[in-house]
């Protein structure tokens, strides 16, 4: 493979369509804008939208055809190099060791073809993408590429790793962990909580076509209507939601179809996805935490999601889909599930808790802010703001949600913590991948001797957990916990005396 290759010709298609989708938004309002404007003299300022998006298509035509002649790759003393650039050629060599993993995903476009999209994973990835993205290349050659990553590195152990890692290889075969049934896919995808995300994007949509749409007298109508039909503003609200559900719904149950975990030698492998059918590789020694999050739907049927938080990865999905190992399941098979591929995590279901009189600082703020809100909204909509009084108890609820989840638990080398956003996150980390610890009181908490303590890991997030109001004494406990001991600072002081 020492000879520069270029990917399949399908990658033209594929960068045209992303390229038009990118400006999709933009070219609707600017046609739409001159399509109902009548008032223009010369002839050729009415067909100028047409010229415009013509040229527009032909120049993306003409750079996915350039950018398909300039990509290419090959095999090379052990790198993989790139070299692409629509004008400027850059060159990326990336030596085997420093890859991770090879993530393959597949399209409706490349799967009638035998063709994925492979993304390079590195230990120094970036947080905002991919070391390196091959569009459309032949599976079989993508698995050889990564075989021959996988035979590199095996060759730079020392003897003895070597022999250990081939009788490794060997006696152990893939393994499925957790394979997702129809049943648990139809409840994920009911109770995904995706619903929001779509609202929010059909109005940002729809604010793209501000200079068309006539908004103003939409709410001014609106308003009318609010003032004399409640009852009808209610149920269209109803029915945007429910809409919205059912969008969500499909959403999560193509994504995550047949959603599948395997354990292959020391790494987990993922599969999923029916439109688009993606393939995630996750180096179990990147691992930096588990994460296991109940929302406030599945909680109480007694089911959780698992996720991990991983070195060297970069934020490739936006919802961190490729971060999930489990998507649902019953909180009490999690360890049994884990205990191959990840037998250094130990699941308890005993905590310390925050203190009693720790509870009313998790809602009094949040109350406080809410009557402030419930009063000009009252003001605003008179009579139907009052309503708004039934959100100052939500925020008590609320408050009192995440007093109840608040907890800690130290067994050996492990750290857990639990705590509560919308959702309930119970964190799992090993005390040799923790960076650092933050155990901070303010002046509030100083006079009822609470703390705060937060935990830091080298993953794209960088921080991974933090329990607020914990007693004092127990996070001053977590703390020492995590500095070195007393051995370990005597034999750094004498290798630094200076120090």
Known sequence: MSEPKRLHPIMILLT??????????????YFFIFFFKDSYENEWL?????????????????????KWIRYTYRIEN????????????????????????????????????????????????GADEAEADMTAIKKEEATAIRKMIAEAKSLGKLPEEKAETEAEGKNKNKEVLYKITRKQLLFFASTSGRAGVIIAA????????????????IFNEMAHIVKTGFLLISLAV?????????????????KYNDFTLRLVDDELVITRGLLEKRTTTIPVHRIQALRVSESLFRQPFGYASVSVEYAGGSIIDENK????????????????????????????????SAPKRAQRRYFFVKMVMMTLITIGLSIWLWPYGLLAVLLIGLMWGWGVLQYRSAAWKLTGHQLILRYRDIQQHTVYLQKNRIQSVDYSVNWFQKRAQLATIGTFVMSRGGGVAAVKHLEEEDARKIYEWYLPNQQQRD?????????
């Not at 109803?238 to 193509?254: C, G, K, P, T």
């Open 321 to 352: 889909a490729d971060d999930m190992l489990i998507p649902i399941v019953k909180k009490s098979e999690i360890a049994r599930l884990l205990q191959n591929g990840l037998p250094e995590y130990i699941f308890l279901e005993e905590y310390h």
């Open 78 to 125: 052990n790198e993989l190099r790139i070299e692409h650039g629509l004008f400027v050629k850059k060159k990326r060599y990336i030596p085997f060791e420093r890859i991770q993993s090879l993530d393959f995903s597949e399209t409706i476009l490349h799967r009638p073809l035998g063709l994925v999209k492979v993304t390079v994973e590195t230990a120094a990835g």
């Open 46 to 66: 009415r067909w100028s939208p047409y010229l415009f998006i013509a040229l527009l298509l032909l120049f993306i035509f003409g750079t996915s055809f350039i």
């Open 238 to 254: 109803l029915a945007a939601l429910f809409i919205a559900w059912l969008l969500s719904v499909a959403w999560a149950y193509l």
């Open 491 to 499: 034999e750094a002081k004498m290798e630094d005396p200076e120090g």
């Open 16 to 29: 045209i369509i992303k390229s038009i989708k990118d400006v999709i938004v933009p070219i609707a309002v």
């Open 202 to 217: 059909i109005v940002a949509f729809a604010g793209q076509f501000s200079d068309i749409i006539p908004f103003d007298e």
